[in-house]
């Protein structure tokens, strides 16, 4: 072979070589399925949450707090006479006192034994008006969540006029004067007004005995004329 048929033989070789497509090897890629790309993500930020710094927040216990009740009754101690020469009338209202406070007390007891807590605290109001309204300034009644007392209409009358502005229940034992009497609407009174007793009386003389003349025995005083008006 000549040389220039040497020479264009191996040009042409060349060329088809290049020209030929090259196959190159590709490394295998190793695909993560999205299962395992959750799965990874969700430890990762379990990490990060509990490197994060633990902060408590502190608890608050609140303390039981224990209802306070404060107890009016007219004792009167400073003037009890315990001499043999006293008679029972002159200890009638504190005898009085003493029994409404036995009984208070004993239901009292009774609810504790329940496992119901209370803070009892006893004044004497001494059957005396001024004392009433003293009391009412006291700020162990004042700060009390029930008051009970004074017994009779007057002192009730001159304590609440004091103690209406608290919004406290006030509670009537004895006294039988009408809750209007006092412009407390916080008047709690366990006996019935007399003007009840008057009209249920007058009720059960007209449905039950029918009597053609009634007759009324009056003293003479004017607040009696509303007991009257029923009949």
């Known amino acids: 072979m000549s040389g220039s048929k040497a ?3 191996l040009s042409v070789l060349f060329l088809v070589a290049a020209c030929s497509p090259k196959i190159r090897p590709v490394a295998p890629v190793s695909a993560k399925t999205d299962e395992q790309s959750n799965r990874e993500k969700a430890e990762a930020e379990k990490a990060a949450e509990a490197a994060k710094p633990v902060t408590e927040t ?9 209802p ?3 107890l009016l009754l007219p004792f009167d ?13 002159n200890l009638l209202k504190t005898n009085i006192a003493v029994d409404f406070y036995e009984g208070f007390k004993l239901a009292l007891d009774s609810l504790s034994g329940s496992g ?3 803070k009892l605290t006893v004044f004497d109001t001494k059957d005396e008006v001024s004392q009433a309204q003293k009391l009412s300034q006291t ?9 009970v007392g004074p017994v009779f209409p007057a002192g009730v009358q001159a304590f609440s006029a004091d103690i209406n502005t608290l919004h406290k229940p006030l509670v009537s ?4 004067a009408s809750p209007a009497n006092y412009n407390n609407p916080n008047l709690i009174t366990v006996t019935p007004p007399l003007e009840f007793h008057a009209w249920r009386v007058a009720k059960y003389i007209q449905e039950n005995i029918r009597p053609k003349t009634v007759y009324i025995l009056r003293s003479g005083f004017t607040e009696e004329n509303k007991y009257i008006l029923p009949f």
């Open 116 to 118: 119901q807590n209370y």
């Open 139 to 147: 700020a162990a009644i004042r700060n009390s969540d029930l008051i």
């Open 68 to 70: 306070s009740i404060a």
């Open 58 to 66: 502190p608890k608050v216990v609140k303390a039981n707090r224990t």
């Open 173 to 176: 034992p004895l006294s039988a």
């Open 77 to 89: 101690l400073d003037h009890v006479d315990l001499s043999k020469n006293t008679s029972s009338k």
């Open 7 to 9: 020479i264009l033989f």
